[in-house]
Every structure is written in structure tokens, then in C-alpha cells.
């Protein structure tokens, strides 16, 4: 297994993790150098795509990456301004939103399942499976349409605890089995602080260009802060793991946040350390008479 990549950001799984201690904004000032920074990324994006092309070639590991937010964290942005030097071929975006029928008649882990990056692709999960212990968490009516089996009419404080409790144990499960099998697991959270997530929503609102990012559904989450930050406090704490550790990465400069999850992706694919596979001397002498016969023809 791949060890997490210590960073600054890293919650580490001995870590007694407070989301009132996570940063939204970069700790030093002297890090935003606008120029410095895109300068920066526009390297780790060129690397990336080489060590990708590296995966692709080798076909025996797997990177998948996760992202989860509140509303206008910059996840989308984020993943088209970190990944854009990549072969589309090797990598491969799945959103998740509202379940659909057949989604619910699978257990809650399914859906991304059949998304998972094969061997030599990265895979990117906008959402997961992490908000079956997010915005379940907050919404615990939704339950009933999952048609658990065994779910009390009454839903109480100690059933609902056993529920979070074994589905994070499904989730490390889950997540070791991956790993086990080729399948390298970093997860993020884009810390966007209340504030900036207010700016960000009048933003849109005054820009008619961006009226279609807006939707009012959104600031019924947003009345809903606490309990979200409540949630992923506790599902983090439950679910950084060695195997598929979580980074949580101030989001409240889109650049700043950027670059930190280029260079942890980054840093994952040097410590997976693709290669192009090997040949051997049959093969070689294969491909010499196949070269002589080509360089023959007329």
C-alpha cells in the first residue's frame, strides 16, 4: 500500500481531527503570488500528465481521487484546472447527485462502484458515496427511500448513531479492499469557510452568466452549516485512514486550493512509481525482424 503524503493538510488517522481548527485560507500570505502559483500549476499539471501516461502504460494500478465540499467550494472547477494536461483517455469524471431507482435498489455503495477506475486510469469522484454519511446525515428522512431492511418507523438518536457507525465500516472496508487490489485512494475536502461561501452564491446571482450555477435549494443547505460541518467532522475523524487518507484543503483561494491538491496528486504518482512495462529479449527480437521488414518495403 501507498503511505498518505504528509502535508500540512493531511488528517492523519491518529489525529483527533476539529473542522473549527481547518484552514479556509492559506497560512501564509507570502503563498499567493498569483503569478508564482499559476506558474506552479501549470508544472504539476505537466507532470501529472507524464506520470499518467506512465499508469496508462504500466495497466496494474489505479488512482482514485475524491472530492467532497459544500456548495461553491470550487470542486468542478478544481478538477478541470488540476487534471486539463491529461490524457482523457486515462481518466475518467463521475458526479454524483440525487439517486436514481435503480440506484436505490442497490445498497449505497454500488453506484460508485461500477465507477471505479479500471488499472492504468485515474478515476474522480465529484461527491461519492461520503454523502451517504454527509447529506444523509443531515437528511435522515432519506433513509426511507432506501427501503433498509430492519429500519425502525421511528428513527432515534441510538439507531441512527449504529447506522453512521457500520456504514463508515463498510466504507473502510471498502476502501481496503481497493487498495489491496491496485486501487490508490486519496479523498479531499475543499474547506470553503461561510463567508466566502456567501460571496461566492451573490457572485453568482449578480453575474447573469453564472445565474445557471445558482440554485435555491442551495441556501436551505446552507441554513443547514452546522450540521453539515458536524457531519463531515465525524465521518472524516471515521474514515482517514492509511490506506485512503483525507486531505483537508482551504478553499477559500481557488488558486491556493488548486495548486495544494496538484501537488498532493502529484506527489501519490510519484510514490506509486509507474512505469512503461518491460520487454523481453523474444519480444526484442520479434520487433527487430518486424523493423527490418518494414524499413524494407518500397
Same mark, same amino acid.
Given at each position: 500500500?501507498?503511505?498518505?503524503?504528509?502535508?500540512?493538510?493531511?488528517?492523519?488517522?491518529?489525529?483527533?481531527?476539529?473542522?473549527?481548527?481547518?484552514?479556509?485560507?492559506?497560512?501564509?500570505?507570502?503563498?499567493?503570488?498569483?503569478?508564482?502559483?499559476?506558474?506552479?500549476?501549470?508544472?504539476?499539471?505537466?507532470?501529472?500528465?507524464?506520470?499518467?501516461?506512465?499508469?496508462?502504460?504500466?495497466?496494474?494500478?489505479?488512482?482514485?481521487?475524491?472530492?467532497?465540499?459544500?456548495?461553491?467550494?470550487?470542486?468542478?472547477?478544481?478538477?478541470?484546472?488540476?487534471?486539463?494536461?491529461?490524457?482523457?483517455?486515462?481518466?475518467?469524471?463521475?458526479?454524483?447527485?440525487?439517486?436514481?431507482?435503480?440506484?436505490?435498489?442497490?445498497?449505497?455503495?454500488?453506484?460508485? #462502484? &461500477?465507477?471505479?477506475?479500471?488499472?492504468?486510469?485515474?478515476? %474522480?469522484?465529484?461527491?461519492?458515496?461520503?454523502?451517504? +454519511? *454527509?447529506?444523509?446525515?443531515?437528511?435522515?428522512?432519506?433513509?426511507?427511500?432506501?427501503?433498509?431492511?430492519?429500519?425502525?418507523?421511528?428513527?432515534?438518536?441510538?439507531?441512527?448513531?449504529?447506522?453512521?457507525?457500520?456504514?463508515?465500516?463498510?466504507?473502510?472496508?471498502?476502501?481496503?479492499?481497493?487498495?489491496?487490489?491496485?486501487?490508490?485512494?486519496?479523498?479531499?475536502?475543499?474547506?470553503?469557510?461561510?463567508?466566502?461561501?456567501?460571496?461566492?452564491?451573490?457572485?453568482?446571482?449578480?453575474?447573469?452568466?453564472?445565474?445557471?450555477?445558482?440554485?435555491?435549494?442551495?441556501?436551505?443547505?446552507?441554513?443547514?452549516?452546522?450540521?453539515?460541518?458536524?457531519?463531515?467532522?465525524?465521518?472524516?475523524?471515521?474514515?482517514?485512514?492509511?490506506?485512503?487518507?483525507?486531505? #483537508? &484543503?482551504?478553499?477559500?483561494?481557488?488558486?491556493?486550493?488548486? %495548486?495544494?491538491?496538484?501537488?498532493?496528486?502529484?506527489? +501519490? *504518482?510519484?510514490?506509486?512509481?509507474?512505469?512503461?512495462?518491460?520487454?523481453?529479449?523474444?519480444?526484442?527480437?520479434?520487433?527487430?525482424?518486424?523493423?527490418?521488414?518494414?524499413?524494407?518495403?518500397?
Amino acid at each position: 500500500m501507498i503511505k498518505a503524503i504528509n502535508t500540512p493538510y493531511l488528517v492523519s488517522p491518529d489525529q483527533n481531527f476539529n473542522v473549527s481548527d481547518a484552514l479556509t485560507t492559506p497560512p501564509d500570505e507570502t503563498e499567493l503570488i498569483k503569478a508564482l502559483l499559476k506558474k506552479e500549476l501549470k508544472q504539476l499539471r505537466k507532470e501529472i500528465a507524464n506520470l499518467q501516461y506512465r499508469l496508462f502504460a504500466e495497466d496494474k494500478q489505479s488512482l482514485l481521487l475524491v472530492f467532497q465540499a459544500m456548495d461553491a467550494a470550487g470542486k468542478d472547477s478544481t478538477i478541470r484546472a488540476v487534471l486539463s494536461g491529461v490524457n482523457p483517455a486515462g481518466c475518467h469524471v463521475s458526479s454524483f447527485k440525487k439517486p436514481s431507482a435503480e440506484e436505490l435498489d442497490h445498497d449505497f455503495l454500488w453506484r460508485s #462502484a &461500477i465507477r471505479l477506475p479500471e488499472r492504468g486510469r485515474i478515476g %474522480v469522484f465529484n461527491r461519492s458515496y461520503y454523502e451517504e +454519511t *454527509l447529506v444523509v446525515r443531515v437528511h435522515p428522512e432519506y433513509l426511507r427511500y432506501q427501503r433498509l431492511p430492519d429500519l425502525p418507523e421511528k428513527l432515534n438518536e441510538t439507531t441512527l448513531k449504529e447506522l453512521w457507525q457500520a456504514r463508515f465500516e463498510s466504507i473502510n472496508d471498502h476502501e481496503k479492499h481497493l487498495s489491496r487490489n491496485g486501487t490508490v485512494i486519496i479523498k479531499f475536502w475543499l474547506n470553503v469557510s461561510r463567508d466566502e461561501q456567501k460571496r461566492r452564491f451573490l457572485s453568482r446571482l449578480n453575474t447573469p452568466r453564472k445565474y445557471w450555477k445558482f440554485d435555491e435549494g442551495d441556501l436551505k443547505e446552507r441554513a443547514l452549516w452546522d450540521e453539515y460541518m458536524h457531519a463531515y467532522q465525524e465521518t472524516i475523524n471515521a474514515t482517514s485512514t492509511s490506506w485512503a487518507p483525507w486531505y #483537508a &484543503i482551504p478553499a477559500d483561494n481557488k488558486l491556493f486550493m488548486r %495548486v495544494e491538491v496538484a501537488r498532493t496528486i502529484l506527489t +501519490t *504518482l510519484q510514490a506509486m512509481n509507474p512505469d512503461f512495462p518491460t520487454v523481453g529479449e523474444e519480444e526484442k527480437a520479434k520487433f527487430a525482424k518486424i523493423r527490418q521488414s518494414l524499413e524494407s518495403e518500397l
